[in-house]
């Protein structure tokens, strides 16, 4: 992972010194700076690395699917009111909430230069870009729904979340020449991937060690928000006639008990259930990757890239 | 005109009968359903046509200038706090704010499928995109600012406003396959017309019948908004030394007499002087298509269009 950080860090420095000086770009700057792990630029280069192709060509496309990616922070960050991101203030506290709807904008736009003009790059980019709007759509949607399904949460992730993931991937293996069959193994790989580790994040939340990830334990779950764990665990807490985890929901947010609420996931088989799902998702994402015809070491980076993220605590 | 708008107007409809029917696309159908004068797709078919080609194959392209230039109103409408839009509720009054941003979003990535692959197309369309957001961005901040020249306000109206109808035929044009040169040219036309269109609608607000324009006479006079016209009355004020203009605006605006503004502007000479401005534009841009070498029946579109932009009342 550190060679294409160290690629990926090194493109996002020349492309912001390249940005003009006007106000409109130094948004883009601070978010583009704030420390992030970069996992969807290195996708993209190591999709087109698994295909045969350099991943010094594929860098702009890399940056501009991270781009992206920081746009839709950017401007999820003032539909959710969230006045911190990766720790530092979000765009729309530092400047205002003008400066963050117009500089998204730009920012979108120099995403789509960064693109270029390959057909099959574009097309991928346009309909995954669609996808990711219409998951932060339906995630708004759900806030005011009491009766989202299970079913419905998990496709509003895999919208929201995944397909960026499988989109990165694919467009590395698209620049690289890989066929149809491939760039779709490629994607499902992501999908599944990006999948897993949603729902890990939900896990950690509530059983994971405070200590480690340095939130407060079940802080989700305290707060009501709609996640895996909790729209799973009460459709179970239906099926089985307990009131327990409703009750505890009933309350105003000081006095739940999240030691119950956390109790009350593990013994409806909530904790269980989910172990199980992370597994049979990154089962499938490596089933998808056995399918692609490349020699085995080339698949290294990909293997380790997931086993970062499977063996991850925070 | 009627032949554009008609290839137009059934292109839109087309465009909204393919929309998936998630909750993301309705405002979009919604705006670009509203009455409007589609004078920025018009160009575009108008460009090609100059330069020989066939306006249906512009379309799409047309229609993605269109979205381009209704997700800027779509933002503008919610960075502006404005209720009404031709005379209609805005997106985020109709929905709300953050179905705005949103849709505004996504509604730019549809414009960008719009526009193909093409990599002339999406350089030019790039730049200008970015020239819009710079242009929004300086008229934001000059809303905070006393001290903006008229030649900054220019500026800020070339980008935010002129260049997208320069925008409109020059992608017209590159599809036909124009020249460099003529590309350049005919951009040249459109920034000009913008300017001038931009700066008729000021001379409008103060000048023109109010029973013709349907406003309030000197509405943005009243209300101190930055326009041309104000903001070069107040640099001819003070090189007078005269007060009154400066006397008006310090009052609240209940109090102010618009009378007295619009006397000023005529006593300073900023009426003459405008309207000395608009023929200056407008002869600039006539001087750019006599330059373009086609047969002088292909200009006649654009040379009526320009006639009803010039004749105009309200």
């Given at each position: 992972m ?15 010194g ?19 792990k ?12 698994l295909f ?5 060509n594929v860098l ?7 781009l992206?990616h920081?746009f839709?922070l ?6 959710d009111?969230?006045p911190?991101?990766?720790g ?5 506290m ?17 995403a789509?230069q960064?693109m270029?003009?390959?057909?099959h ?5 346009n309909?995954?870009?669609?996808a990711?709007?219409?998951g932060?759509?339906r995630?708004?949607d759900?806030?005011?729904?009491a ?12 919208l ?7 989109c990165a991937?694919?467009i590395g293996a698209?620049?690289?020449g ?6 779709e193994s490629?994607g499902?790989?992501?999908e599944n ?10 896990l950690l939340d509530?059983?994971g ?6 939130k ?8 009501g928000k ?5 729209i ?5 807490a239906?099926?089985e006639?307990s009131?327990?985890l409703?009750g505890?929901?009933a309350?105003?947010i ?16 909530v904790?269980?259930?989910?172990n199980?799902e992370?597994l049979r ?11 692609i015809?490349v ?11 997931a086993r ?7």
């Amino acid at each position: 992972m550190e060679r294409y950080r160290a690629l990926i860090e090194a493109h996002v420095e020349r492309w912001i010194g390249e940005l003009p000086g006007d106000a409109l770009y130094g948004p883009m700057a601070y978010l583009m700076r704030l420390p992030a792990k970069r996992v969807r630029p290195a996708l993209t280069l190591i999709g087109c690395e698994l295909f045969g192709g350099r991943p010094e060509n594929v860098l702009d496309e890399a940056i501009g699917i991270e781009l992206f990616h920081n746009f839709t922070l950017m401007h999820d960050d003032i539909m959710d009111a969230s006045p911190l991101r990766r720790g530092m203030p979000t765009v729309h506290m530092k400047w205002d909430v003008n400066s963050a709807i117009l500089s998204g904008d730009a920012m979108l736009v120099k995403a789509y230069q960064l693109m270029g003009s390959n057909a099959h790059v574009l097309k991928i980019f346009n309909e995954h870009a669609l996808a990711v709007c219409e998951g932060q759509q339906r995630d708004m949607d759900f806030e005011r729904r009491a009766d989202v399904s299970f079913q419905e949460y998990r496709e509003m992730i895999r919208l929201k979340t995944a397909v960026l993931l499988s989109c990165a991937l694919r467009i590395g293996a698209c620049k690289a020449g890989a066929g149809a069959d491939d760039q779709e193994s490629i994607g499902a790989f992501g999908e599944n991937l990006g999948l897993a580790f949603q729902l890990r994040d939900d896990l950690l939340d509530a059983f994971g060690d405070p200590a480690v990830t340095g939130k407060r334990r079940g802080g989700d779950l305290l707060n009501g928000k709609k996640t895996w764990l909790l729209i799973r665990g009460l459709e179970r807490a239906t099926d089985e006639g307990s009131g327990l985890l409703r009750g505890e929901l009933a309350k105003p947010i000081p006095e739940r008990n999240v030691d119950v609420m956390i109790e009350q996931l593990r013994g409806l088989g909530v904790e269980r259930e989910a172990n199980d799902e992370v597994l049979r998702l990154e089962t499938a994402a490596f089933a998808q990757l056995d399918g692609i015809a490349v020699p085995d070491e080339r698949k290294l980076p990909l293997r380790a890239l997931a086993r970062t993220l499977q063996a991850r605590t925070s």
